[in-house]
């Protein structure tokens, strides 16, 4: 018997946390096995999981997107924000090279959608 397996439960599960370097876990919450897989078990690793890093978009970069994905061209998002349709693709210019930047590339209008649902910044309740 070795001395980590006389040590009750929750001590258990938390050194074992802190030599994997994850937070140790509540006393009194359910301690998973070593059969139970976690989806931070495959973040930590795969490739393949998406990168929900979030650009940072101001207000009006939000508004003006909002506005566009609303609307059937540039110019209906632009009346309605009485702005030029030039500001508004200014505005999404900027908000592309912000995703790009980050590695989630958005070049059409449905890309833009979806990181927007993604990000938060709208639902599809309002659509």
Do not use: F, M, V
């Given at each position: 018997m070795t001395a980590s397996s006389q040590l009750p439960i929750h001590r258990l599960a938390r050194a074992e946390a802190q030599r994997a370097g994850h937070a140790a876990p509540d006393i009194g919450h359910a301690v998973p096995g070593p059969s139970v897989t976690c989806i931070s078990d495959y973040r930590a690793?795969?490739?393949a999981v998406a990168d929900h890093?979030?650009?940072v978009l101001s207000s009006r970069e939000v508004e003006v997107l909002l506005?566009?994905?609303a609307a059937e061209s540039k110019d209906e998002a632009a009346s309605s924000l009485f702005i030029s349709a030039s500001t508004v693709s200014t505005h999404?210019?900027?908000?592309?090279a912000k995703y790009s930047a980050i590695g989630r590339d958005a070049?059409?209008?449905?890309?833009?959608?979806?990181?927007?649902?993604?990000?938060?910044?709208?639902?599809?309740?309002?659509?």
């Open positions: 690793g795969d490739s890093r979030r650009p506005a566009w994905l999404l210019a900027r908000i592309r070049p059409t209008k449905t890309h833009l959608l979806a990181r927007a649902l993604q990000d938060g910044y709208t639902s599809l309740d309002r659509w």
